[in-house]
């Protein structure tokens, strides 16, 4: 038998658990919510779970420190706080001034630019336009502010996850 | 009948046309950039031919670099596939003037069906019900405004050289009209080359609804029946299913032999398909001509025992069409899922990445086109299509259940896909009564990833993850990246932070 908590990041999102591990059957709690289920392991990459009367079947990968599992064909991410998983689109940070960084959700190639520095934006305004995969992808602000910083040019080709522009938030004002 | 082909795509439409080629007893040459070096189509084909960087302009786009490639390989034929080359007729004209056979429609064809706006006034002209638009794309900033404003809004922007929804834009009012029009412009240039868009009137929440048509070089021309269609997300299908439920057998019959006089109007020859838009009131209205194989011909060749591509490949060698019109029946029911690589929670966002474990779905009546292999690092560069899976069965209701249960039997780990979001669409009751509309993903799935089922499987997951921390059997750890050795797989550091005997 073995017992350990886990704090753990599924698509992004930070969930603390413990795991008790017997002779194939798994104790999951989360808080004040328990699971239990009979576990069996199918090969290196399958195990089927048993949760009441409901069979689940599970496959899973590792890349990385990133450990891919698909759940009945539904696929989740999972990995340690530390190692962002990185769901598109979530890239945005919040700094505590309330200022944002709007980063490319993906790798592709800026195709246009709809502001500059010092302009100001309101919230869901189209700021920079990144094409991948022959589609194009609108990035938007999710804040009223100020234009802070362009970190691209058009034509640039970006990685996800880089910084595109930074949005400083209006101060509160009459 | 060719020795030889080119294929002058990649993905799995490259590996579909390569079998056929197999199985017809002819050699197949594979062209890549250099993102495809390891992929799957290049693996398969008897030769591969290198085309350089991997924006598709300087590769699977460049046609003088495919043109030499068949040159230099001795191929006589050229299968452009989808997409990239396949309706683009100075392509099919280089391919006339070098003495390569273009297999496709006539580049005359091929032509007049890829101006949207000229087949819309040919088939007008034949008699065949068009949706009402405008006749121009050389219009003014003013002009647009007022075909807009007597369309009535809600209007569609169109690319003239449109398809797969590229360029499209639907409009509500005046205020939305420039941005849209300036948008379908930009990406109708980036995807076809050509920025020319149009407007027609938008019917709201119909029916999509094909007619696969087979044409040969003596007019002689048959259909194989519909696709249902209406599955789409921005304009783009992602579930197709033959015979459609929304049609019955007369309604079926005038819209085939109507598919067939457009073809005909067209001068059409090989096999190409008719769209129409079919509306509440069960109107039909000829929407375009695809003048190339579809993504969704399997469901075709399912339902009616015909291979499309071994068509295709005798048409253009000059073999005269063989099959007629009352020898053809739809048997069955085949439902087909395009797998994309792409994040259904995330707005569709293209999801590039690698492919770090891979299991295709298997069983009586199920097929896997699949593009793709374990290992296979998706590019950013090209459209994300990765595999479709097609399943056959007696009826609607067991080929749903069979699609269901071969949707979780097919896993695709290390970037997010469509799979799963499509097995919970085969799963909704509107799904499954027949009744979706284009409007069906947009009204139903909006705030999909939610909900109760949900957290319940990321809980199991989040089990499975420290399970498998926990035992001894890990997962393989997919080709771990560079500077990686054995021993940094292990709990410590792949799940930090936790403890023995830790309180929960």
Sequence with gaps: MSLAAFELLVDGETRKISVEAREGALTVREGERVLEAEVRRISASELRLRVGDRSVRIFLARDGERTFIAVDGRPYVVSEPRVEAGRPGEADDKAAGGSLRIRAPMPGKVTKLAVAEGQRVRRNQTLVIVEAMKMENEIKTSIDGVVAKVHVAVGDLVDAERPLIEIEKEPASS | ?504
């Design chain 2, 1 to 504: 009948m060719f020795r030889k082909i080119l294929i002058a795509n990649r993905g799995e439409i490259a590996v579909r046309v390569i079998k056929a080629c197999r199985e017809m007893g002819l050699a197949s040459v594979a062209v890549f950039s250099e993102a495809d070096a390891d992929a799957l189509h290049v693996r398969l084909a008897d030769e591969a031919v290198p085309l350089g960087p991997p924006p598709a302009a300087e590769s699977y786009l460049h046609m003088g670099k495919i043109v030499a490639a068949a040159r230099a390989t001795g191929a006589e034929a050229i299968h452009p596939g989808y997409g990239f080359l396949a309706e683009n007729a100075a392509f099919a004209r280089l391919c006339e003037t070098e003495g390569l056979v273009f297999i496709g429609p006539n580049s005359a064809a091929l032509e007049l069906v890829g101006d949207k706006v000229r087949a819309r006034q040919t088939m007008a002209k034949a008699g065949i019900p068009t949706v009402p638009g405008m006749t121009s794309c050389s219009a003014s900033p003013d002009e647009f405004l007022a075909a807009a404003r007597a369309l009535g809004y809600p209007v569609m922007v169109k690319a003239s050289a449109g398809g797969g929804g590229k360029g499209m834009r639907i409009v509500a009012d005046g205020d939305g009209l420039e941005p849209a029009l300036e948008a379908g412009r930009r990406e109708a240039r980036s995807a076809f080359g050509d920025g020319s868009v149009y407007l027609e009137k938008c019917i709201e929440e119909p029916r999509h609804v094909e007619f696969q048509v087979l044409a040969g070089n003596d007019g002689r021309t048959v259909h194989l029946f519909e696709r249902e269609c209406s599955i789409q997300r921005r304009h783009q299908k992602i579930l197709e299913e033959s015979p459609s439920p929304a049609l019955d057998p007369g309604l079926r019959r005038e819209m085939g032999e109507t598919a067939v006089r457009a073809m005909r109007a067209a001068g059409y020859t090989n096999a190409g398909t008719v769209e129409f838009l079919l509306d509440k009131d069960r109107r039909f209205y000829f929407l375009e001509v695809n003048a190339r194989l579809q993504v969704e011909h399997p469901v075709t060749e399912l339902v009616t025992g015909v291979d499309l591509v071994r068509q295709q490949i005798l048409i253009a060698s000059g073999a005269p069409l063989a099959l007629r019109q009352e020898d053809l029946a739809q048997r069955g029911h085949a439902i087909e899922c395009r797998i994309y690589a792409e994040d259904p929670k995330s707005n569709f966002l293209p999801s590039a990445g690698r492919i770090v474990f891979l299991r295709e779905p298997k069983g009586p009546g199920i097929r896997f086109d699949n593009g793709v292999a374990e290992g296979f690092e998706v590019p950013v560069y090209y459209d994300p299509i990765l595999a479709k899976l097609i399943v056959w069965a007696e009826d609607r209701e067991a080929a749903r259940r069979r699609m269901a249960a071969a949707l979780e039997d097919c896993v695709i780990l290390g970037i997010h896909t469509t799979a799963g979001f499509l097995g919970d669409v085969v799963d909704h009751p509107e799904f499954r009564a027949g009744r979706a509309t284009t409007a069906f993903i947009g009204k139903h799935f909006a705030s999909w990833g939610t909900g109760e089922d949900e957290e319940f499987r990321k809980r199991l997951a989040l089990a499975a993850a420290a399970f498998e921390s926990l035992s001894p059997g890990r997962a393989p750890a997919g080709a771990a990246g560079p500077g990686r050795n054995k021993d940094a797989a292990t709990p410590w550091t792949t799940l930090g932070r936790w403890r023995a005997g830790g309180e929960p």
